[in-house]
């Protein structure tokens, strides 16, 4: 019995300490690349907005930091393109906003903008496929800048409306 209870002892003890085999692990290249064709492109801004918003530095470089967007080719670079971003969207956020762009319907977009780039950075973070968050950043940004149209083409004037 003693003979048994040791045998079995042991090839339990050599069974646990057997050398466990490393699994190889292979980090698929696709994975890391971004797919850049299923992009909403940029919408175009109406001359008379376009006009306003040409003396406003931070917009402009905001713009100019999204259209770096369209040329990266991996996580890495899409990762400092979004630190950038939202370094510039700060700056924009804190700074003196034309006076006719300086209401509401402008901050809000702006904020659901910010909302979806910290979406896409989380999606970075966590190794997650950034795609479909990248797709709504677009859409943000687009409809954003699709308020600028829509507040210069609205010629309604507010104080007539208010005074009733």
Known sequence: ?????????????????????????????NAREISREKWAKKLP?????????KDWIEFSSLETSFDALHTVANREDLSLVIEDMLTKQKQLEESTYPKEFDIPQIKSRQKVFKTYM???KGDLFYRTDPQESLAQMIEAYNDFRNQFNVVVSN????????EF
């Open 1 to 29: 019995m003693k003979r048994i209870f040791f045998f079995s002892l042991m090839l339990l003890l050599s069974i646990a300490c057997k050398e466990q085999k490393q699994e190889l692990v292979v980090e698929d290249v």
């Open 45 to 53: 801004i109406k001359p008379k907005a376009g006009a306003m918003l």
């Open 118 to 120: 910290l979406k896409v």
């Open 155 to 162: 010629t309604l004037d507010t104080d007539l409306i208010l």
